[in-house]
Nanobody
Framework: QVQLVESGGGLVQPGGSLNLSCVAS????????MAWYRQAPGKQRDLVAR???????NYADSVKGRFTISRDNAKSMASLQMNSLKPEDTAVYYC??????????WGQGTQVTVSS
């Protein structure tokens, strides 16, 4: 069983930056694929970025060049550095983990609001 706890959300002005963190409890963090999803009001939950156990990354087109996903297996942590934030980035951001057997886990979510 894995529990994911996100932190780092908040209110930021357009053009600003935030760093989201996701700390995982449980064992074998290093074998999980990790990802960040987001869900804006009235919209579906969409993939933002993902990272494999070996560090390969993928990004949604809307965040390429602005967001960076990373992981620290020794600390059981995944992070999302968000730069040049736009109002359309406003959403609840969720940390997600999936194991080799398809076992999935979600964090509780952290609110990111980009507004002047």
């Amino acid at each position: 069983q894995v529990q994911l706890v996100e932190s780092g959300g908040g209110l930021v002005q357009p053009g600003g930056s935030l760093n989201l963190s996701c700390v995982a409890s449980g064992r074998f963090f290093g074998i999980y694929n990790m990802a960040w999803y987001r869900q804006a009001p009235g919209k579906q939950r969409d993939l933002v970025a993902r990272i494999t156990p070996t560090g390969r990354t993928n990004y949604a087109d809307s965040v390429k060049g602005r967001f960076t996903i990373s992981r620290d297996n020794a600390k059981s942590m995944a992070s999302l550095q968000m730069n040049s934030l736009k109002p359309e980035d406003t959403a609840v951001y969720y940390c997600y983990a999936v194991g080799a057997l398809g076992n999935e886990y979600w964090g509780q979510g952290t609110q990111v609001t980009v507004s002047s």
